[in-house]
């Protein structure tokens, strides 16, 4: 017998809530970027609220809830461990309003207990009765699609939707898309590249291989002209990672020169276009400018496509390279350990041994001092010294969640706003900010779910491609979060991502 379709089924109840959740927060807006954290942060909170509100009524009607958890993953025990740090670390905190809401009338990005609750809260929801979906991941890469369209047009300094009339020129510059700040803005697109490729590796047929290669090569342009040198760890990790997955397929080395061909390929294009309209476009800096600049950068985009075409045929008409080859993974597996291998000993050769001046223009990218990466560094070593300087108590469970503004604000006030005319009120590296609010066994557990997660994705569903597709967003955001801030745009978006890999494996 045919089973009847209840709309207000659980399952569907949590499918319209994903589908809410990574659609609306890249979109939605209320007074253009004057209050878009708050707009995003209340979005969240309602859909996120009203979700659990009907579960539970579902676990009042059907006493489902201690079957629900029944049992339990790594992943989900690390999640209830970091749960239980984040409610210790504000009931001990010595800041506890704020500890609480994340916010108060001087600092705070909203990302206190209550949102943290948030998202676990929903992670079990999810990974309890959400059924994931290629169709529903459409919604994710059609919003995706329209806030890097939105962004790639700011670059033109069209302002479609006037979000940028009343800035000012800083600002201008910095906000972009629906978004906002472009930091947070490239973690977003980051994201959504890492699904579309993805996809694009597995697709089972020519119409979605290109449907999703296109996809991949319009993140690619966002992520350039976002002009946030964050964006560029994030792709470190995409053609990274991705090899793990796509080489286990035969055709996959042939589309991951694709994907690097089309990266290189959207360089030379963006600089090409800067170059005839440097009057109509907003110039871009930092790593971009070093890659467009480089003389052979035209030949490596030949190059690449003529590899392409080499490996397509000698995947498609001989059987040099079969299907899941494991030797190809291994010989990845050494080439990414000897590639960070490379990049560590770069790093001690310039900052220990003093030898900068041999790596040209990209030393002050490897170069750590105070003004590394637009005063990260220094946000770093303050936090470190002032949480030399806690309480036993705070040194263990931390000052609370997102109140690292009022620790700089009472120990480093007057240093901050004389040396750079600001106050910093989060440490810019996600990993650090855990440790200092949260305290070690914070961050611990948190680092705990992602490792988790990839091992149960990698051992049981490595073949699937919306798991690995969750999964890989993950390590993109992930890659950022070194040098990025946790605020309720990207970070929510992450978390329902991670919940979605985690509901599949």
Request: charged content about 15%; some cysteine; glycine content about 6%.
């Amino acid at each position: 017998m045919k089973k009847k379709f209840t709309f207000f089924s659980v399952n569907n109840i949590v499918t319209i809530y994903v589908i809410a959740i990574l659609t609306g927060m890249l979109l939605i807006y209320q007074d253009f970027y004057f209050n878009i954290l708050e707009t995003k942060f209340t979005y969240y909170c309602i859909c996120t609220i009203l979700m659990l509100l009907l579960i539970g009524g579902y676990w009042l009607l059907t006493g489902q809830f201690t079957a629900s958890f029944k049992h339990l993953s790594p992943v989900d025990i690390s999640v209830i461990l970091w749960g239980i740090c984040i409610l210790l670390s504000t009931i001990l905190s010595p800041a506890k309003e704020l500890a609480f809401w994340g916010k108060d009338d001087y600092t705070g990005r909203y990302t206190g207990c209550f949102l943290l609750m948030l998202y676990i809260a929903a992670y079990f929801c999810i990974t309890r009765y959400y059924k994931a979906s290629e169709r529903h991941m459409f919604f994710f890469l059609a919003a995706s699609i329209l806030m890097c369209f939105l962004g790639i047009t700011d670059f033109f300094d069209m302002d479609l939707l006037h979000f940028k009339e009343e800035l000012n020129e800083i600002q201008r510059y910095i906000f972009t898309s629906t978004i906002g700040n472009i930091n947070t803005y490239t973690s977003c697109v980051a994201m959504s590249m890492a699904v579309f490729g993805v996809l694009f590796a597995s697709a089972p047929n020519p119409q979605k291989t290109y449907l999703y290669g296109v996809g991949v090569f319009i993140t690619y342009i966002a992520l350039i002209l976002g002009d946030s040198d964050n964006a560029y760890l994030s792709l470190a990790a995409f053609f990274c990672f991705l090899p793990f997955y796509i080489f286990r397929f035969k055709g996959g080395i042939t589309r991951y020169f694709v994907l690097v061909a089309e990266f290189f390929t959207a360089a030379k294009g963006i600089s090409f276009v800067q170059s005839i309209m440097a009057q109509q476009v907003v110039p871009i800096h930092g790593l971009f400018r070093i890659i467009a600049e480089y003389k052979y950068l035209t030949a490596i985009v030949f190059v690449l496509w003529a590899i392409v075409l080499a490996v397509h045929w000698t995947e498609y008409k001989t059987n040099v390279i079969t299907e899941k080859s494991n030797t190809l993974l291994i010989v990845w597996g050494v080439l990414f350990l000897l590639i960070c291998g490379i990049i560590a000993g770069v790093i001690y050769d310039v900052n220990v041994l003093g030898n900068g001046e041999r790596y040209g223009r990209i030393k002050e990218y490897l170069l750590f001092n105070d003004d590394w990466g637009t005063h990260r560094a220094y946000i770093w070593r303050i936090a470190l010294e002032d949480y030399r300087k806690f309480p036993l108590m705070q040194k263990i469970f931390g000052y609370g969640p997102d109140t690292f503004g009022i620790i700089t604000m009472t120990n480093n006030y007057p240093e901050m706003v004389e040396r750079y005319s600001e106050i910093f009120d989060s440490v810019h590296n996600e990993y650090l900010q855990y440790f200092i609010t949260i305290g070690p066994m914070g961050l611990l557990s948190y680092l705990a779910i992602h490792v988790t997660l990839v091992i149960q994705t990698m051992k049981r569903k490595i073949n699937n491609p919306l798991a690995v597709a969750g999964l890989l967003a993950v390590l993109c955001y992930a890659a950022q979060a070194a040098v990025n801030i946790n605020q309720p745009i990207a970070t929510p978006v992450m978390w329902t991502l991670l919940s979605v890999s985690a509901s599949i494996s």
